[in-house]
């Protein structure tokens, strides 16, 4: 999927009228298929970029373009068709606690499913082959019947990686996807996640707090720095000099990346329940 910023302003939802954009103006084109890092420190504007993407945020000036077309000039139904060419996946993945882990992985199938069939795969899971390859990418098939809140914080962060990959999006938005993991995980999945959307022929933007993994697996980098873009660059043009400007008050981050967003990360099974967030 092609995406087009022209002018793009973001403001959160529960702003006060008048306020400051959390986001642009920005000017930005992202080719179909292409792969995307966007990195900054916290409160740069990642996260409300991705939802603006995802049409969760209606633009509150200029405009956004996904195949050339304005998804905020369609009807209600064209509109929920186009988002469901997409995929958004946050940084905590929205999964029952008690749902199997089965059934979490192929709820990303749901927008391009019947009703009935949806129905039926709650009881008798449809689609099997397609969750447990998904699963094996992240070295997770033999959950493929845990309870999710049997699971580490590690491992569902990467269940929610798994059903980004069985909805086969054409947009994939990912927030943060290793923010609980360890660094051989987080490295696997990051392998994981991007062969399977140049497999897919997906565009994939994705926002990272690990510098060091943007340069690495992505070939264009995006900087954010207080909602405004600092720089777009070839990885290999993203200098410590420019690294150092963009976290200049947030050097902390740079130097030894975001905590995790799960403490326990993959150290064993935490029963509290999972902060649901909306595709």
Request: hydrophobic share 45%; glycine share 8%; net charge positive.
């Amino acid at each position: 999927m092609r995406i087009e910023l022209q002018g793009l302003a973001l403001r959160h939802p529960a702003a006060a009228r008048g306020a400051a954009p959390a986001l642009g103006p920005l000017d930005l084109r992202i080719a179909s298929g292409e792969q995307v890092a966007v990195i900054g420190p916290s409160g740069a504007g990642k996260t409300s970029l991705l939802l603006g993407l995802a049409c969760a945020l209606r633009p509150a000036a200029g405009a956004l373009r996904l195949d050339g077309v304005d998804p905020w000039s369609l009807s209600a139904r064209a509109l929920r068709r186009l988002r469901g060419q997409g995929f958004l996946a946050p940084q905590v993945p929205p999964l029952p606690p008690r749902q199997r882990v089965v059934t979490a992985v192929l709820a990303g199938r749901l927008p391009r499913i019947g009703l009935w069939e949806s129905l039926r795969s709650l009881v008798l899971p449809t689609a099997m082959p397609q969750a447990e390859a998904a699963l094996a990418r992240f070295d997770l098939a033999d959950k493929i019947f845990t309870r999710v809140d049997r699971l580490s914080g590690g491992e569902r962060q990467r269940v929610g990686l798994a059903r980004a990959l069985v909805a086969q999006p054409r947009l994939l938005l990912v927030d943060e996807p290793l923010s609980a993991l360890d660094p051989a995980r987080a490295e696997q999945a990051m392998q994981a996640l991007t062969a399977a959307a140049r497999e897919q022929g997906a565009t994939l933007v994705c926002t990272l707090h690990q510098v060091p993994m943007a340069l690495r697996h992505f070939t264009r980098v995006i900087g954010l720095h207080e909602g405004q873009l600092a720089f777009d660059l070839p990885s290999a043009e993203v200098s410590p000099e420019r690294l150092r400007a963009l976290y200049a008050q947030h050097l902390d981050e740079l130097e030894g990346g975001a905590p995790p967003a799960d403490a326990s990360a993959d150290a064993g099974p935490t029963p509290a329940p999972v902060v649901m967030q909306c595709r």
